[in-house]
């Protein structure tokens, strides 16, 4: 409840920070997701204190060309899903994660379809309309 | 042949005989992966009773006649789609049920993992359109298909 707090961090300091919030009682993972901004992908995690009853956003900027980052599911054990889903569709490489495959897409898909410059044959485009 | 027969006694031929029987006790192997499937489940349900045309749900292939594809069948799905229609015996029906099994309906543009109609992988008899269809148009869907049954492939 209340204002909208969104916290812009460094690469680096992702998993420091992610820690100090959970030490604050930010101890619920609610949900994580990436956004392709062409030339960066940038990544928001959602954190709720269940005591306190509110929630930050922290976000973070990778650069396309290189996109790994810290894994969160040293301190959250639910993130494993959530970042296997963001490697499987944007193709963000998480270190240190346990398990990093396909979560949704079947293993022997080709390229990463969230990402803008995707092409595939198979999908047909909408004609114009309007 | 001028015997005089009881008027309980009625002669046939034994194809259309066995035809008009399936026709009668279609096994369903329900098939639903998404919002039409719901639909199909109220079909189903008390209130439009689908088993007063003889259709009753059979949760395997191997002991069904005919396959409901209710839903949208994504690229991952695809290959168990197939793999479930070639375990049914012969004869064997498919209904395609709703948009997606149709033609891929709202996810057919601009999408990388929807199947644009179930027919690009299995052989579909009949097709209900909607989205979702209403009760009302699968049970006629059901009646075409029976009709189809009687009449042959
Ligand atoms: S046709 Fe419409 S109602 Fe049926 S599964 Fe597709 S989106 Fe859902």
């Known amino acids: 409840m209340g204002e909208e707090r969104i916290v812009e961090i460094k690469t680096e300091?992702?998993?420091k920070i992610a820690e100090e919030f959970k030490n604050k009682g930010y101890t619920y993972f609610s949900?994580?997701?990436a956004v392709d901004e062409k030339e960066k992908f940038s990544l928001c995690y959602r954190l709720s204190s269940l005591e306190n009853?509110?929630?930050i956003t922290i976000k973070v900027k990778i650069p396309r060309d290189?996109?790994?980052i810290d894994s969160l599911t040293s301190l959250w054990a639910g993130a494993n899903w959530q970042e296997r889903e963001v490697y499987d569709l944007f193709g963000i490489i998480f270190e240190g994660h346990p398990d990093l495959r396909r979560i949704l897409l079947p293993e022997y898909w080709e390229g990463h379809p969230l990402r803008k410059d995707y092409q595939d044959e198979r999908i047909t485009k909408r004609p114009d309309f309007y | 042949m001028d015997i005089e027969l009881p008027n309980n006694i009625i002669l046939t031929k034994l194809e259309p005989f066995f035809r008009w029987a399936l026709s009668h006790?279609?096994?369903m192997f329900p098939f639903g992966t998404a919002c039409c499937g719901m639909e199909l489940i109220a079909v189903n349900a008390a209130r439009y009773d689908l088993m007063r045309f003889g259709v009753i749900p059979r949760s395997t292939p191997r002991q069904a006649d005919l396959m409901t594809v209710a839903g949208t069948i994504t690229?991952?799905?695809a290959p168990l789609v197939k793999?479930?229609?070639?375990?049914?015996?012969?004869p064997k029906y498919v209904i395609a049920i709703g948009s997606c099994a149709i033609s891929g309906g709202p996810y057919h543009y601009d999408t990388y993992s929807v199947v644009k109609g179930v027919d690009k992988i299995i052989q579909v008899d009949v097709y209900i359109p909607g989205c979702p269809p209403r009760p009302e148009a699968i049970i006629h869907g059901f009646m075409e298909l029976q009709e189809k049954?009687?009449?042959?492939k």
């Open chain 2, 149 to 152: 049954v009687r009449k042959g």
């Open chain 1, 31 to 33: 949900f994580m997701t």
């Open chain 1, 66 to 68: 290189n996109p790994v």
């Open chain 1, 53 to 55: 009853k509110n929630s």
């Open chain 2, 83 to 90: 793999r479930l229609y070639e375990q049914m015996a012969t």
């Open chain 1, 13 to 15: 300091e992702l998993l």
């Open chain 2, 75 to 77: 690229e991952k799905m």
């Open chain 2, 25 to 27: 006790s279609i096994y």
